[in-house]
């Protein structure tokens, strides 16, 4: 069991093996970074690559897409092979590509045929409103009422989805099912496994939103069955603002049609042909669209080498003792001012931040943002928290629970508005 006092934390630090990755990255100096879970902090790997890829543009220019170190034309596919490392899957049913909204908005394309009465698509009433946007959209494209196909699960505690719901939900009127593997306010993890084995019971086709998990922990998304998912880079993979997504896409379908095609899906070796007929390359890579986007990819290739070399396992081992001992210091020392803890205590249902609640959470993050902490709100009442493994120390957890000890007994928040900036 932990202990609440400052030299418990040092002691945890220096029991940690993995804490030598914190010189890696950019650590500002009495800043403590709890949001990386919302966009992960810059190593100086990355920052090579990214430098490596200039200079290849500098000195090879349109050489670079055959002469650079990975040459560019290959570039999202190697990277893609060291991505399937981390996330179960053979190296060629993911590829590196554009965003994950727009992402998506592909899987759409592919998985939504909506046929006789199998028409409707369930998702969730917590999902994060850009997948939402993005299947309403891409129904209403379609010609359909939004009302009459999408299906949102209702939480019944507005901060988790109950998965007997979800799988109750399943029946042969349902088309697919689009589900985030943690969501993105409180960190419930969802069974992915479990959900796609139940669908695929009832002939549903099963797209999960990785944005909250991808980097987080080892996925087994090829062992899981699951038919299609995406996720950005720029949280727990740490490849900058706006940085490259992933697409994967599980091999039995790699023969579908995309309804979003472009030339670098086409087939490699004749990409360049330059024919008026799409011939589709057959794997994850034929669902490319465009150029790859390479400046916004290469912090990904550095930030994959740190991976490889700290361990996925390792790194989820770290997260779990991490948000484990950020649980324990709230309970011990918060709940008196009020504060809750919205995200589950399991470890099988927990992602890689915790949910902090309070019903004052605008002005308490206010006067956490003044205290060099960064946390982030989510509206109407949650502060996240994200010990991030590959560089937030015990002894920073204990601080930012110590500092928000002191904000509630001096009543610091209290000078603040209760008005939210426009980025929270
Ligand atoms: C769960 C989830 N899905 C989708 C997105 C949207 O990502 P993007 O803006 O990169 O398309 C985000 C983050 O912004 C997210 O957290
Ligand atoms: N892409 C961003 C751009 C600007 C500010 C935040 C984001 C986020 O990614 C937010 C994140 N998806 C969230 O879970 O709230």
Redesign the pocket.
Same mark, same amino acid.
């Given at each position: 069991m932990f202990d609440a006092t400052k030299e418990y934390a040092l002691k945890l630090d220096l029991e940690d093996e993995s804490k030598k990755f914190r010189d890696r990255f950019y650590i500002q100096n009495d800043l403590i970074y709890m949001d990386g879970?919302?966009?992960g902090m810059m190593s100086i790997d990355a920052e090579t690559c990214v430098n490596r890829v200039l200079n290849e543009w500098k000195t090879l220019a349109i050489n670079g897409w055959s002469d650079a170190k990975i040459p560019w034309f290959y570039y999202a596919e190697e990277l893609a092979k060291k991505m399937s490392k981390f996330m179960g899957t053979s190296e060629n049913e993911i590829i590196i590509h554009s965003s994950a909204t727009i992402n998506l908005h592909i899987g759409l394309s592919i998985f939504y045929k909506p046929e006789g009465i199998r028409s409707k698509i369930i998702m969730d009433e917590l999902n994060?409103p850009s997948d939402i946007y993005a299947v309403k959209s891409h129904i209403k494209s379609l010609g359909y009422e939004v009302e009459e196909v999408l299906e949102l699960i209702k939480s019944n505690d507005g901060k988790t989805i109950n998965e007997d719901d979800i799988i109750n939900s399943f029946t042969n009127e349902i088309a697919l099912v689009i589900l985030p593997s943690v969501l %993105?306010r409180s960190g419930q993890l969802l069974n992915i496994e479990r959900i796609t084995k139940e669908a695929h019971k009832k002939g549903i086709y099963v797209l999960f939103d990785l &944005?909250?998990s991808a980097g987080a922990f080892r996925h087994e998304l090829s062992k899981w069955d699951v038919d299609f998912a995406f996720w &950005?880079g %720029?949280?727990y993979f740490n490849n900058g603002p706006g940085g490259v997504a992933s697409i994967y896409i599980n091999k039995k379908h790699f023969d579908r049609e995309t309804g979003l095609a472009g030339w670098f899906g086409y087939k490699k070796e004749s990409q360049f042909d330059m024919k008026l007929d799409f011939v589709k390359s057959k794997n994850a890579g034929g669902f490319q669209i465009s150029t790859p986007h390479l400046l916004s990819m290469a912090p990904l290739e550095g930030s994959l080498n740190i991976f490889e070399e700290a361990g996925i396992d390792n790194l989820r081992s770290k997260s779990l003792k991490l948000t484990d001992y950020l649980i324990f210091l709230i309970e011990k020392k918060l709940s008196k001012f009020d504060f809750t803890i919205g995200t589950p205590k399991e470890h099988s249902r927990r992602g890689g931040h915790v949910a902090l609640e309070h019903d004052d959470a605008i002005r308490i993050n206010e006067a956490i943002k003044n205290n060099n902490i960064i946390p982030d709100f989510?509206f109407p009442n949650t502060i996240r928290l994200a010990p991030i493994a590959l560089y937030t120390s015990f002894f920073e957890v204990w601080k930012v629970v110590d500092i928000i000890e002191k904000i509630m007994m001096n009543e610091e928040y209290k000078k603040f508005d209760d008005k939210r900036s426009t980025?929270a």
């Open positions: 879970n919302s966009l994060f %993105y &944005c909250h &950005c %720029y949280k989510r980025i």
